[in-house]
């Protein structure tokens, strides 16, 4: 069946990919200078803030950034 679903799309020259404010998350903590302390590694911390931020994200998508949005900012002012 996947293989149908994409000779019909080649064939419409359709491009279903979409780019969404997920994808730009690994580019800007790329750019971030994340301090780490002695109770969590560096690698460990990237990860913590790479979930909080993808979590903001669908936050965000869902219109629900109230509250959510000053904790992921007060977050954020703790790294640096």
């Known amino acids: 069946m ?5 000779v019909v799309l080649q064939a419409l020259r359709w491009d279903v990919s ?11 903590l790329r750019r971030l200078s994340l301090q780490t302390d002695r109770r ?11 979930q909080n931020a993808l979590i903001y ?5 869902l219109g629900n950034v109230g509250r ?6 007060g977050f954020l ?3 640096s």
């Open 2 to 6: 996947q293989d149908w679903e994409l």
């Open 18 to 28: 979409a780019v969404s404010a997920a994808d730009f998350v690994d580019a800007i």
């Open 40 to 50: 969590a590694s560096a690698s460990e911390r990237r990860a913590t803030v790479r």
């Open 57 to 61: 994200v669908v936050l965000a998508t």
């Open 68 to 73: 959510e949005f000053q904790l992921f900012v």
């Open 77 to 79: 002012a703790q790294l």
